[in-house]
C-alpha cells in the first residue's frame, strides 16, 4: 500500500470575489488498483486513511469516508468541527482517490465575508460569465452546463447537416465540437495536474502535455481546413455525434428543463411574477435559492448541502425535504433544523474528534440508541463492579484460609479464580450480539463462563489481554450551558403588550400588510409567530415592539411603561462582521454596544465577562478579534447583549441560524428556565415546538430498554416550560392564533402545497 497525497493544496477563492481562503490539504491511502481504476462505474466513495487539514489545524485523522450510491446522509458534529470543510474538499477533489467520472456538486450557503451576493450559482467556475438581460428562469436554465453545451452542438451540427451541401461546412461544425471537447478536457487536465503528485503527479503532467496537444492540432486544423480525414467520413462521424448529443438532450429530459426550474423555484419560495424578473436585482438570500434550484435542476451523482434551510420559509423547507426524498443521487446534508433533517436522513454521518463514524437511521434515532446504548453500560459496569468487589473478597478469603491451613489445593483453587477473573471480566455481550452468561455456585459468586463455545476475543483482530472487551463509556462533549437572566417581577400588574384590531400597510402600496390583528403579551408568556416569508411577520414585531417607528393605520397598540425589551434579529449578527468592528474584542464591543444604546446602564468589564461567560464565551475568546469568532459565537455575542440587563420581553427572530444542534438544545435549556415572556420568529419547527410547545428539547421516540421517563428527563435538564400560543402570520394580512400548535400549521402548508401545485 502506499499513500497518496494531494499537491500542497490549492489557495481557494470565493467564486467571483477575489477573497483568499485558507489552504486545505486532503491525503488519503490509496492502492494501485485506485491508481489505475480512477475512472470507474461506481458512483461511490470508500477511502480509508483520510487526514483533512487546514493550516496547523488537523481536521480528520486517519478516518474511513465512506459514501454510499443512492444513499442520503446527514453530517452532524459541533461547529468548528471541519464539516464544511469536508464538503469542500470532496467538491474540489481534492482528496486522492475520488473517481475521475464521478458528478459532484456542493451548494454552500454561507455568506462572503463583505455581506455581498455572488453572481454565480453552485457548479460556476470563477469568471464564468453571463447575460445581465437574464431572468431568474432563464439563468438558473442556463447554469446547467451539459444541457447548455448539448444544446449549442446540436444548433451547430444540425445546422450544418440541413443548411449546407458542402462537407467543408459539415466538417468544420464537427471540428469545432471536437475543439470545444478538447479544450473542457484540457481544463480538467490542468486541475487534475494541480492535485496529484508523486507518480499520480507525473502521469496527470503527461495527461495534461496530450491535452494541450490535441487543442493545437484541433486549431490548427480548423485554421488551414485540413481534416485528415476523408469525406465519407466526416459525414458519418458528424452524424453519429449529432445522435449522441440528441440522446443526451433526450436523457436530460431537456424539452422540460424551464417548466422543471419554474416548477422548483416556486417550491423554494419564489412567486410567479419574481420568476421573469432580472436574475441581478435579487438579494443575496434569494441567489442562494436560484444556486440551491440549479443543483437540484442537474442531479449529480453526489449532492451536497451545506445549510440548505438557511433563507427558506416553512413551506419552501417542507417542499425541499418532500422534493430530496425523490433525487435518486447521494445526497449529504449539514442543517441545523432538526426536523428537516430527520425527515431526509437515512444514514448519519458523526463527525467527532477527528474521525467519521457511522449509524443507520437519522440523528434522533442516533442519539436515542446512543443514550441507551451509554445508560446500559453504566448499569452494567456498576453491576459488575459490584460483582468484582464481592469476588475478590472471596478469592481473598480464600488465599487466607489456605495460607491459615496449608492447604496447597484451595492457594491453586484461589489463584484459578483470580486468573479467571481477570480473563473474562467485561462486556456480557458479544460484538456479534452473543451473550455471556454469567453462572453462580455456592463457592464461587462469580467464575463468567461462556454458553456458547468462542475463541480469545475472536470479535476483535488483532491481540488482546482477556477474552472479553472491556465496557469502555464513551466519554461525552462537554455540554453547552447558555444562562438568560430572568427580569424582576414588574412593579405594576398588566399586559406586556397589547394589539387591538390593529391594519397596517407600507405608504403608496395598496395591499394590506397586516389586517385586523388582536393580540396580547402576558409577562412569561410563550407567542411565536409562522408563515411564509414576506406575509409580514417582521413587520408585525416591529409594530408591538415600536422598534423602526411603524404606526398602525388603523387599532391600538399599549405597551406597559415599564417595559424592557431585547430584540435579536439577523442585522444583530450582520454588525459583527463589518469591517469596523472586525479587530475589536467581545468585550470591549459588549461595552461600547451597551453603553452607545443605554448611557444609564452601568456595566463595567467584570460584568460584561461575566455575561460574556454565561455564554460560553469565556477567557481568551472574550479578547480576541470578533473576526476569529465562528458564527455561532457571533450569535451568542449578539444574544448576550441583548439579554443585558435582563428583558421583560425577549424578542428572538431567526436566532438559530449558524448554531450547531447542541447550542439550539442549549438555547431550549436556557429559555425554558427564562421566566420573562418571549416572541419567536423561527423556520425550525422543532425550534418552535419546544421554545413555544414546551417539547423535549431532544425528542424521544419512545421507551426503549425499559428506560423510564425519569430516567429520559436526566440528560435533558429542561424543566417544563411554559406553553404558549403559536400564530400563522399570513396570507392576505390574516394572524391566526392556532390551536394545535405546530401540528395545525403543517396540514396549513399541506393545504398550500397543493394550491400551488408543488404536490
Not at 152 to 162: I, M, R, T
Not at 505 to 531: C, F, M, N, Q, W
Request: a neutral charge; glycine letters at 8%; charged letters at 25%.
Amino acid at each position: 500500500m502506499s499513500t497518496a497525497k494531494s499537491s500542497d493544496g490549492k489557495r481557494k477563492t470565493v467564486a467571483g470575489k477575489g477573497n483568499t481562503k485558507p489552504t486545505i490539504v486532503a491525503t488519503s491511502q490509496t492502492s494501485r488498483f485506485h491508481v489505475d481504476t480512477l475512472t470507474t462505474l461506481s458512483t461511490e466513495i470508500d477511502l480509508q486513511t483520510v487526514n483533512i487539514s487546514i493550516g496547523q489545524n488537523d481536521l480528520l485523522v486517519d478516518a474511513h469516508l465512506r459514501l454510499k450510491s443512492g444513499v442520503h446522509y446527514a453530517l452532524i458534529g459541533q461547529n468548528g468541527e471541519g464539516k464544511s470543510t469536508l464538503l469542500k474538499a470532496i467538491a474540489d477533489r481534492l482528496i486522492p482517490g475520488i473517481a475521475d467520472n464521478l458528478r459532484l456538486l456542493l451548494v454552500s450557503q454561507v455568506e462572503d465575508d463583505d455581506n455581498t451576493a455572488s453572481d454565480l450559482l453552485a457548479g460556476e467556475a470563477e469568471g464564468t460569465q453571463f447575460d445581465t438581460e437574464l431572468t431568474v428562469t432563464q439563468r438558473v436554465v442556463k447554469s446547467d452546463r451539459r444541457r447548455e453545451r448539448a444544446l449549442v452542438e446540436q444548433k451547430l451540427l444540425q445546422s450544418a447537416h440541413d443548411t449546407s451541401t458542402n462537407v467543408n461546412d459539415i466538417a468544420h461544425a464537427l471540428f469545432t465540437v471536437k475543439l470545444q471537447r478538447a479544450k473542457d478536457e484540457l481544463e480538467e487536465a490542468q486541475k487534475i495536474a494541480l492535485r496529484r503528485s508523486g507518480a499520480r503527479g507525473s502521469q496527470a503532467r503527461k495527461d495534461l502535455l496530450k491535452a494541450e496537444a490535441a487543442v493545437a492540432e484541433l486549431e490548427q486544423r480548423l485554421a488551414n481546413s485540413d481534416w485528415g480525414i476523408p469525406d465519407s467520413q466526416i459525414i458519418l462521424e458528424a452524424a453519429e455525434v449529432l445522435d449522441n448529443v440528441q440522446n443526451q438532450l433526450d436523457a436530460l429530459d431537456a424539452g422540460t428543463t424551464e417548466a422543471r426550474v419554474r416548477s422548483i423555484l416556486l417550491g423554494l419560495g419564489f412567486k410567479k411574477e419574481q420568476l421573469d424578473a432580472k436574475f441581478i436585482t435579487l438579494s443575496g438570500g434569494w441567489r442562494s435559492r436560484c444556486s440551491l434550484a440549479n443543483a437540484l435542476l442537474q442531479k449529480p451523482d453526489i449532492l451536497m448541502l451545506d445549510e440548505p434551510t438557511n433563507y427558506l420559509d416553512i413551506l419552501s423547507v417542507s417542499w425541499l425535504q418532500k422534493h430530496l426524498e425523490t433525487v435518486p443521487s447521494t445526497v449529504v446534508v449539514i442543517a441545523h433544523d432538526r426536523e428537516f433533517v430527520d425527515a431526509i436522513a437515512q444514514e448519519t454521518i458523526i463527525l467527532r474528534n477527528k474521525s467519521l463514524t457511522y449509524y443507520d437511521g437519522n440523528l434522533t434515532e442516533y442519539e436515542q440508541d446512543m443514550r441507551v446504548e451509554r445508560k446500559g453500560k453504566i448499569r452494567m459496569k456498576e453491576a459488575l463492579d459490584k460483582k468484582r468487589v464481592a469476588v475478590e473478597k472471596t478469592i481473598e478469603q480464600g488465599l487466607r484460609t489456605a495460607k491459615a491451613t496449608g492447604d496447597m489445593n484451595r492457594a491453586k483453587m484461589a489463584k484459578s479464580r483470580q486468573k479467571k477473573l481477570d480473563d473474562r471480566w467485561g462486556m456480557e455481550r458479544s460484538a456479534k450480539g452473543g451473550r455471556w452468561v454469567p453462572f453462580y455456585s455456592f463457592l464461587v459468586l462469580i467464575l463468567t463462563m461462556c454458553v456458547a463455545r468462542f475463541k480469545l476475543n475472536r470479535d476483535n483482530a488483532g491481540y488482546h489481554f482477556t477474552s472479553r472487551e472491556e465496557i469502555e463509556i464513551e466519554e461525552l462533549d462537554k455540554p453547552i450551558k447558555l444562562v438568560i437572566p430572568s427580569p424582576e417581577p414588574l412593579r405594576f400588574p398588566g399586559c406586556l403588550i397589547s394589539a387591538s384590531n390593529i391594519t397596517f400597510s407600507y405608504p403608496r402600496s395598496a395591499s394590506k400588510v397586516l389586517e385586523d390583528v388582536t393580540i396580547t403579551i402576558h409577562p412569561g408568556d410563550r407567542v411565536g409567530l409562522v408563515g411564509k416569508n414576506g406575509e409580514g411577520k417582521s413587520t408585525l414585531v416591529k409594530l408591538l415592539t415600536g422598534i423602526g417607528g411603524l404606526v398602525p393605520k388603523k387599532g391600538s397598540i399599549e405597551r406597559h411603561p415599564r417595559l424592557r425589551l431585547g430584540y435579536f434579529d439577523q442585522h444583530s449578527v450582520e454588525a459583527l462582521t463589518s469591517a469596523g468592528v472586525a479587530s475589536t474584542s467581545a468585550v470591549r464591543y459588549f461595552l461600547d454596544t451597551l453603553q452607545s444604546a443605554s448611557p444609564s446602564i452601568d456595566v463595567d468589564e467584570s460584568a460584561a465577562r461575566a455575561c460574556l461567560g454565561s455564554f460560553g464565551l469565556h477567557g481568551r475568546t472574550a479578547v480576541t478579534p470578533i473576526s476569529t469568532l465562528s458564527g455561532g459565537q457571533k450569535v451568542r455575542l449578539a444574544l448576550a447583549i441583548v439579554v443585558y440587563p435582563a428583558p421583560n420581553l425577549l424578542v428572538l427572530d431567526e436566532v438559530t441560524t449558524h448554531l450547531d444542534k447542541d447550542t439550539i438544545v442549549a438555547l431550549i435549556q436556557a429559555l425554558r428556565k427564562y421566566t420573562g415572556a418571549v416572541l419567536l420568529v423561527s423556520h425550525d419547527r422543532h425550534f418552535v415546538r419546544c421554545v413555544i410547545e414546551s417539547e423535549h428539547a431532544v425528542p424521544r421516540l419512545g421507551d426503549s430498554d425499559g428506560e423510564s421517563d425519569e430516567e429520559s428527563d436526566e440528560d435533558d435538564d429542561t424543566g417544563q416550560g411554559r406553553k404558549g400560543t403559536v400564530y400563522a402570520v399570513g396570507p392576505k394580512g390574516r394572524v391566526k392564533p392556532l390551536s394545535g400548535g405546530m401540528d395545525d400549521y403543517a396540514v396549513v402548508i399541506e393545504k398550500q402545497m397543493r394550491k400551488l401545485g408543488l404536490t
